[in-house]
């Protein structure tokens, strides 16, 4: 896993200012770059809210996005991301029984409205994610790639997932600059982070 451990964290730190996370099939938490963190910081106290979400567990991106005191309150489309989200982790269950104990938990979760529990495997499967969301009075608008290994020579590369993100227009590019601390940007753009 050496030259793997190594790519990804290559990965990952090419792809600053913008956010970039490893998850396992089961959306736990395997590595994540310094924009991922801030943007996590520029919603309140990120530890605070991954005890509140996760408790002494891993952490959990998919509990994370989903629970009322994680990300969830924070995202302004959630009608187009959480059935992509849950039928990609119902079909990764089918074959990981481990995987349908997050499921399980999410769909427990309160005030998840009852349209979004309807998982349909079915679905057409994007080939991007496109998820806004609204924190401090901002609008951050992005896109989401997951990536996959494509002739894994190890079990443990099977079960990694490279989430990007990727800005969905000019102002959300400019604010992830400016998070990043790009001074000339924020001058330039008048980008200022909450």
Not at 63 to 87: C, F, T, W, Y
Not at 107 to 123: G, M, S, T
Not at 125 to 131: E, I, Q
Request: charged letters at 25%; hydrophobic letters at 45%; glycine letters at 6%.
């Amino acid at each position: 896993m050496q030259p793997v451990n190594a790519a990804l964290d290559l990965l990952l730190r090419h792809h600053e200012p913008y956010p970039a996370i490893v998850v396992d099939r089961a959306w736990n938490l395997v590595l994540a770059n310094a924009a991922m963190d801030r943007l996590l910081g520029v919603a309140g106290d990120a530890e605070a809210r991954w005890r509140a979400v996760c408790g002494e567990g891993p952490r959990n991106i998919l509990k994370l996005s989903l629970h009322p005191q994680g990300l969830r309150p924070l995202i302004a489309n959630p009608d187009e991301i959480v059935p992509p989200m849950l039928a990609r982790t119902a079909r990764e269950a089918l074959e990981h029984p481990q995987v349908q104990d997050v499921l399980d938990e999410v769909l427990r979760y309160p005030d998840l409205p009852v349209k979004l529990r309807q998982i349909d495997l079915d679905a057409s499967r994007l080939p991007v994610l496109p998820v806004h969301y609204r924190i401090s009075g901002w609008d951050l608008r992005l896109f989401t790639m997951m990536t996959t290994f494509g002739t894994p020579q190890d079990v443990t590369a099977d079960d990694l997932r490279v989430e990007s993100f990727f800005p969905a227009d000019e102002p959300s590019a400019a604010l992830l600059r400016a998070l990043a601390g790009d001074r000339g940007d924020r001058a330039a753009r008048g980008a200022t982070p909450p």
